[in-house]
Nanobody
Framework: QLQLVESGGGLVQAGGSLRLSCAAS????????MGWFRQAPGKEREFVAAITWRGGSPYSSDSVRGRFTISRDNAKNTVHLQMNSLKPEDTAVYYC?????????????????????WGQGTQVTVSS
């Protein structure tokens, strides 16, 4: 089993920054990659960014590329999502997820079905 706990959400003004963290515990040796998704009220869950656990290869969606940066700290079994230049449309519950099966191509990381474990989510609210 693997447990994921997100932290770092909150309320911020447009143009501001937040740093989300996702701490993994349990069978962390089984992680191939980790990702961040978000879900706004009334909308479907949306891919944000992902990173491979060992190689550290990042991949992000077009909507956040250049503003959000994903990174991982293997020693602490933690993945971070640094979010800069936040916009009101970034308001959502942000979830981290862990995948145990290798992604054939990095773009597969954008598909929620490839993830085996999910955190409980953390709310990010960006005011205009």
């Amino acid at each position: 089993q693997l447990q994921l706990v997100e932290s770092g959400g909150g309320l911020v003004q447009a143009g501001g920054s937040l740093r989300l963290s996702c701490a993994a515990s349990g069978r962390t040796f089984s992680i191939y990659g980790m990702g961040w998704f978000r879900q706004a009220p009334g909308k479907e869950r949306e891919f944000v960014a992902a990173i491979t656990w060992r190689g550290g290869s990042p991949y992000s969606s077009d909507s956040v590329r250049g503003r959000f940066t994903i990174s991982r700290d293997n020693a602490k079994n933690t993945v971070h999502l640094q979010m800069n230049s936040l916009k009101p449309e970034d308001t959502a519950v942000y979830y981290c997820a862990a995948a145990q099966t290798a992604w054939r191509i990095i773009t597969a990381a954008a598909v929620s079905a490839v993830y085996d474990y999910w955190g409980q989510g953390t709310q990010v609210t960006v005011s205009s």
